[in-house]
């Protein structure tokens, strides 16, 4: 009977009934969250630990259900998890910037370069080319067409877009070998 008057006036948010809750359980709170945050954060991550699950409470009392446990486990279940939050922050924080993320990022963008120059050195052999093997090659491989596309729209045969197309590959892997 005590644990659904108490429900019923933290869901009221009385605020005798939080004075209650902060001189019954913040010595316990802030034992939980200094067990959490030892070696890591300081006296104020502590303090702001006990005083965020306070908050909690006070800003969605809906979530506390007297028949799943007691005020004191919820409350204790709040301050843990908003220690360990606290942890992931200061850690994250502390994290030295040079690391393997950072690396792999390096190594995005050296190979985006890496293709984007690859990319220009096609793109200005295709342009080397006869005018009209380079337009086949640009409209197949920097447009995409189909050689029947490419046909239509050059009003030749689909098999002549294929033989120009093969002999421009050709020419540029013997480009590439050299």
């Known amino acids: 009977m005590i ?10 948010r009385n605020p005798k009934t939080y004075d209650f809750l902060i001189n019954e359980y913040s010595k316990l709170l802030w034992v939980i969250a200094s067990g959490v945050l030892k070696n890591v954060g300081s006296r104020e991550d502590i303090e702001d630990c006990v ?6 409470l006070w800003e969605h009392p809906e979530k506390y259900d007297h028949k ?8 204790c279940l709040i301050t843990k998890s908003r220690a360990i939050d606290k942890v992931r922050k200061i850690n994250k924080r502390a994290t030295l910037p040079y690391d393997e993320d ?10 985006a370069l890496l293709n984007k120059q690859i990319i220009n050195d096609i793109y200005n052999f295709a342009k080397n080319l006869k005018q009209i093997d380079s337009e086949i090659f640009l409209l197949r491989y920097f447009y995409q ?13 689909a098999k002549e ?18």
């Open 68 to 75: 799943r446990g007691s005020i004191k486990s919820y409350l």
């Open 102 to 111: 950072l690396k792999a990022e390096t190594d995005d963008i050296e190979e």
């Open 3 to 12: 644990d659904e008057n108490l429900q019923e006036d933290i869901h009221n």
């Open 161 to 178: 877009v294929s033989n120009r197309l093969y002999y421009s590959r050709k020419s540029l892997l013997t480009k590439i070998k050299l």
């Open 145 to 157: 067409l189909k050689p029947r596309e490419i046909a239509d729209k050059l009003n030749i045969t």
């Open 51 to 56: 005083a965020e699950s306070f908050t909690y």
